[in-house]
């Protein structure tokens, strides 16, 4: 499966964005779906993820600021986010495994748990 992220840009901060991963080449049902970010210098972190599923987690930086959902008609995922911070600044990148990592909160899956990967949209949020 090929993803492809699109939505992203410039915003001021506490507006709001909401990014798009459309996939291609095969069916996400079934695939377990996820939103990861990348600052410069820093490592890449979890946003949200969407299981197969559709059991739902979110990282702590974004809860309450984020909703990740997905459109299996449209083979499409998305993240909707809200009352952007400065230090939401970052490439987000979609990605998705097939599979369900299961519905456990105190596990929040890592990059290395999915194998397929988009190229990322620039979330740029200024003061």
């Known amino acids: 499966v090929q993803l492809q992220e699109s939505g992203g840009g410039s915003v001021q901060s506490g507006g709001s964005l909401k990014l798009s991963c459309a996939a291609s080449?095969?069916?996400?049902?079934?695939?377990?779906m996820g939103w990861f970010r990348q600052a410069p210098g820093k490592e890449r972190e979890g946003v949200a993820i969407i299981d197969a599923d559709g059991s739902t987690k979110y990282a702590d930086s974004v809860t309450g600021r984020c909703a990740v959902s997905r459109d299996n008609a449209k083979n499409t995922l998305y993240l909707e986010m809200n009352s952007l911070k400065r230090e939401d600044t970052a490439i987000y990148y979609c990605?998705?495994?097939?599979?369900?990592?299961?519905?456990?909160?105190?596990?929040?899956?890592?990059?290395?748990?999915?194998?397929?990967w988009g190229q990322g949209t620039q979330v740029t949020v200024s003061s």
């Open positions: 990605a998705a495994e097939h599979g369900s990592f299961g519905s456990d909160d105190s596990w929040f899956p890592e990059p290395a748990d999915f194998n397929y």
């Open positions: 080449g095969g069916t996400i049902v079934g695939y377990s």
